[in-house]
């Protein structure tokens, strides 16, 4: 049998041999898992496994495509909204987004409504992890902004509700993706989720609020929760 040396390990500091620390017998040694040396020098534990994003979903429900104003049911603008176009050039998604402007003085209400409720109903009962869809907003969008609301549906007594606050624009004149959860909506009477039918974007401000040229709005769907 092969003679077996003790290993010496220059600048070693913490041996297991008290009576010389740099020197390690063969029956001292063993496999560290899972360990490394951090910036002290010291032997620590791996860090964990981290999950980073929201998980894919499975499954996917558009409730409009927003490629027309008058295609898939109508979308029409109310309140403050005004002059409602299907828009080729700034557009997410397929053909065309929604796009609409607003303007104050156009109703003693502060806020701007892009409605459409006679849309072919989607079912949306496997996807009801989050609602999601994107914005294009111009500058100073959120300057007196209360919030903006998603509505969808089976009819306008029957919704459920999203709230998306200003915070969430943290940036104008480009696309901005907005998610909520199921789980964070309010829900108003008793939607039928076999059927949805309508939807709604509400944008709420103050009286202090101004015209707005140029609002976009692409793709709104609803997706299961993994």
Do not use: C
């Not at 303007?103 to 996807?127: H, K, M, R």
């Amino acid at each position: 049998m092969a003679l077996v040396k003790p290993i010496r390990v220059e600048n070693l500091q913490g041996g297991l041999n008290q009576s010389d620390p740099t020197l390690l017998e063969d029956n001292q040694l063993n496999v560290a898992n899972n360990l490394f040396y951090n910036k002290n020098k010291i032997l620590q534990t791996r860090y964990g496994q981290e999950a980073f994003g929201n998980p894919i979903p499975d499954a996917v429900k558009v409730i409009h495509n927003m490629d027309t104003t008058a295609g898939n049911g109508t979308w029409a603008v109310t309140d403050d909204g005004v002059t409602i176009t299907a828009d080729a050039s700034v557009v997410k998604r397929g053909a065309a987004s929604i796009r609409f402007n607003i303007t104050v003085a156009t109703s003693g209400n502060n806020d701007a409504l892009l409605t459409n409720s006679t849309f072919t109903a989607v079912d949306i009962t496997t996807t009801k992890g989050g609602i999601g869809f994107w914005m294009y907003v111009p500058a100073a969008f959120t300057t007196n902004l209360t919030d903006v609301r998603l509505r969808i549906g089976s009819s306008a007594a029957n919704y459920y509700e999203f709230t998306f606050l200003p915070a969430v624009f943290t940036a104008t004149s480009q696309w901005l993706y907005l998610y909520s959860a199921y789980s964070s909506a309010t829900t108003t009477g008793v939607p039928v989720d076999t059927a949805i039918t309508y939807a709604q974007l509400r944008i709420n401000y103050t009286g202090a609020y101004t015209d707005k040229v140029g609002v976009f709005v692409d793709d709104i769907a609803s997706y299961s929760a993994t």
